[in-house]
């Protein structure tokens, strides 16, 4: 099964095991962009979450023998709408990178972003004075 099916799947369950608030703090978390991807590697994704608190949280999730797990500050911990809102940041990173299967679209980071454009201003250049 592949990452984003696994992504899909864990949240149908979650959507099942947690309460209407914790979903509710989950999606709103998410929305306002206080769930924060800090790293990727692999299947193992680290985030901090900036809630209501004035201390933010820490949480990774990861797949260990195709299981998920969620832990924060290191510990695994039960689910809990800081997991719900990590899953959904997931899931809006995935469909970023590959929106509907297509190869058409490309996420640039910045430097990546700052090295098309001078190309394309070269490439117009070069036009101008050309034609």
Same mark, same amino acid.
């Given at each position: 099964?592949? #990452?984003? !099916?696994?992504?899909? %799947?864990? =949240? &149908? ?8 608030? %914790? ?7 998410? *929305? &306002?962009?206080?769930? +924060?991807?800090?790293?990727?590697? /692999? ?12 201390? !933010? ?5 990861? +797949? ?8 924060? =500050?290191? #510990? ?6 800081? /997991?719900? !809102?990590?899953?959904?940041? +997931?899931? *809006?990173? =995935?469909? !970023? ?5 297509? *190869? %058409?679209?490309? $996420?640039?980071?910045? %430097? ?9 201003? $070269?490439?117009?250049?070069?036009? =101008?004075?050309?034609?």
């Amino acid at each position: 099964m592949n #990452l984003k !099916a696994r992504v899909k %799947e864990q =949240l &149908e369950i979650l959507e099942i095991q947690l309460t209407p608030g %914790e979903i509710a703090n989950g999606r709103k978390w998410r *929305d &306002e962009g206080r769930c +924060i991807l800090l790293s990727q590697a /692999g299947s193992r994704f680290d985030f901090t979450i900036e809630h209501d608190t004035p201390n !933010a949280k820490f949480c990774a999730l990861g +797949i260990v023998n195709d299981d998920w797990v969620f832990s924060q =500050l290191g #510990l695994n911990t039960p689910w809990d709408d800081a /997991g719900y !809102a990590c899953l959904l940041v +997931i899931k *809006d990173e =995935l469909n !970023a990178l590959n929106p509907k299967g297509s *190869d %058409e679209h490309k $996420r640039y980071t910045c %430097e990546g972003m700052k090295n098309r454009v001078l190309e394309e201003r $070269r490439l117009r250049a070069k036009r =101008l004075i050309i034609g």
